[in-house]
């Protein structure tokens, strides 16, 4: 069963930078296309980058685009973002999962920007 476990978030002021990390265990790590979504309160969870399979490209929400860097290391299982530049409407649940039929959610990891 794939599981995914995020880690480093924090509070950071705006302006600020932080890098998520996600681990991925029970499948091939190069065989998936692998995102990081965010939940915020009361609302919908979004996604914010994707990573293609093999590394063969990323995609950014409108959001994400200039701030945000996904990366992966697939001898670590671990796909990677890099937030700059954060602002208050970044505040949110972070988490990651394939892109297509998503597995079980992990817990996420928290960022919250202060203004």
């Known amino acids: 069963e794939a599981q995914f476990v995020e880690s480093g978030g924090g509070s950071v002021q705006a302006g600020g930078s932080l890098l998520l990390s996600c681990v991925g265990s029970g499948f091939i790590f190069d065989d998936y296309n692998i995102g990081w979504f965010r939940q915020a309160p009361g609302k919908e969870r979004e996604g914010v980058a994707c990573?293609?399979?093999?590394?063969?490209?990323?995609y950014y929400a409108d959001s994400a685009k200039g701030r945000f860097t996904i990366s992966s290391d697939t001898a670590k299982n671990t796909v990677y973002l890099q937030m700059n530049s954060l602002k208050p409407e970044d505040t949110a649940v972070y988490y990651c999962?394939?892109?297509?039929?998503?597995?079980?959610w992990g817990q996420g990891t928290q960022v919250t920007v202060s203004s």
């Open positions: 999962n394939f892109i297509f039929s998503p597995a079980s």
């Open positions: 990573i293609r399979s093999s590394n063969e490209g990323t």
